[in-house]
């Protein structure tokens, strides 16, 4: 429980990643969630574990379900954060979100795959882009 505003953090660090990468990586999970916020989504879930994977965040747009792939980088040697989804990475996503729907018992609800990227480079702001209903890996 986060004793300064009473609410539990739902933004905790991965378990099976090294503590430096766990803590960048959740650290770009909270930033999107609060620029998807910014954009009129409600977060229902983060880091969702399915059998397929784990789905980053799960938001409401309108009647609409949203699982969102959020990539943080914070160089460019591996190219752009949106490069990262590869076709299995996609596929993982789909498959993630089909299986979070028939969970909740929600699979006529309409949904949507999207990905937040944010490159955070040293000395500069840190850039978020949000490519929302990709319908394959190169749909960003």
Request: charged share 30%; glycine share 8%; proline share 5%.
């Amino acid at each position: 429980m986060n004793s300064a505003s009473g609410r539990e953090n739902i933004f905790l660090p991965k378990n099976n990643m090294p503590d430096e990468r766990r803590i960048f990586g959740t650290r770009g999970e909270s930033r999107a969630a609060v620029f998807l916020r910014q954009k009129g989504m409600q977060i229902i879930g983060s880091q969702v574990r399915t059998p397929y994977g784990e789905i980053d965040l799960v938001c409401l747009d309108g009647g609409e379900v949203v699982f969102v792939e959020v990539k943080t980088r914070r160089t460019e040697g591996y190219g752009y954060p949106e490069e990262a989804i590869t076709p299995a990475k996609f596929r993982h996503m789909a498959r993630a979100a089909e299986a979070y729907l028939a969970e909740k018992k929600w699979e006529h609800r309409p949904f949507r795959l999207d990905v937040v990227a944010l490159q955070e480079l040293e000395g500069k702001d840190p850039e978020i882009v949000h490519f929302s209903s990709i319908d394959s890996a190169s749909g960003c």
